[in-house]
């Protein structure tokens, strides 16, 4: 199940014809581009009311990518340590494209795959029960509830990029 690559670009490469793609822990160098395609119409029109809102800013990318890399750097850990074969408690990372030998550092886009949090639910009281009941289930328990959510540049869009991404990291990865 641990697809994860560890050599020149520690991540999870994707299947042909994206190879040159590897989900990637976030470097705090992402927060540049995540703004420039946060703030592209094609992609902020479908961030809805909980997305990134009309002004992404340096300020919010550097909050968001700060979170998120504490949580895959946590899951690397994991990785390296108590158990390589899994199951994990979350993603390792966010699309990159690169080659054999190393990425090109171009930041493409974000994946997560995060327990869920239910905010289609409108009744506080039932989202925190749901949500707690959820996040106390052990790694690997086939009852959790996911989430995933993603965007990718729209110099990507319409190849199947992010298609072949999450099914990558739910068949590759997220499966126990």
């Not at 029109?45 to 340096?58: N, S």
Request: aromatic share 6%; net charge negative; with cysteine.
């Amino acid at each position: 199940m641990n697809a994860l690559e560890f050599n020149a670009e520690t991540g999870v490469r994707l299947p042909a014809p994206f190879t040159n793609i590897i989900i990637t822990p976030p470097p705090m160098s992402d927060v540049e581009p995540s703004i420039a395609i946060l703030n592209n119409p094609a992609v902020g029109i479908w961030m809805g009311p909980m997305g990134a809102g009309p002004a992404y800013t340096a300020y919010k990318a550097e909050q968001w990518l700060t979170k998120i890399k504490a949580e895959t750097d946590a899951v690397l850990q994991e990785v390296r340590s108590s158990a390589p074969s899994g199951p994990f408690s979350g993603c390792p990372g966010t699309p990159h494209p690169g080659g054999v030998r190393g990425r090109t550092d171009v930041f493409i886009g974000d994946l997560g795959l995060v327990r869920s949090s239910w905010t289609e639910v409108l009744d506080a009281d039932e989202k925190a029960r749901l949500a707690a009941v959820n996040n106390a289930r052990a790694v690997g328990d086939p009852d959790i509830v996911w989430h995933r959510a993603d965007y990718l540049a729209p110099s990507h869009h319409g190849r199947g990029v992010m298609t072949a991404a999450v099914k990558t990291i739910i068949t590759q990865w997220g499966i126990p």
